[in-house]
Nanobody, 125 residues
């Protein structure tokens, strides 16, 4: 059973940085992993994804501030966030899914079935 666990959330001032971590997914040969957030009053948004081939996709809204990476040896997914803005507030969830081919265009449309409980990010202006 896959149990994803996020950590690293917290309360920061605008302009500060946070790095989120996600553990619990045992990487196989082909997978997609993603970070999602849901700001208050808004729909859930995928902010970044990474494929097992190392290719990444980052949402246009955050691409100049967020970086997704992974440490396959330690089964850890990261989301480095800099220059926080108040609109970054909300729970951040990681998700993982084994796929037929772990490449970028597969992961862009991946339907994730494994989710973490989320870690809260609060940004004060």
């Amino acid at each position: 059973q896959v149990r994803l666990e996020e950590s690293g959330g917290g309360s920061v001032q605008a302009g500060e940085s946070l790095t989120l971590s996600c553990t619990g997914f045992e990487y196989g040969a082909n997978y997609c992993m993603g970070w999602f957030r849901q700001a208050p009053g808004k729909e859930r948004e995928e902010v970044a994804s990474i494929a097992s081939d190392g290719s990444v996709t980052v949402a246009e809204s955050v691409k100049d501030r967020f970086t997704v990476s992974q440490d396959s040896a330690n089964n850890t997914l990261y989301l480095q966030m800099i220059s926080h803005k108040p609109e970054d507030c909300g729970p951040y969830h990681c998700a993982a899914e084994p796929v037929r081919r772990g490449i970028r265009w597969i992961c862009v449309d991946a339907e994730y079935t494994h989710w973490g409980q989320g870690t809260q990010v609060t940004v004060s202006s």
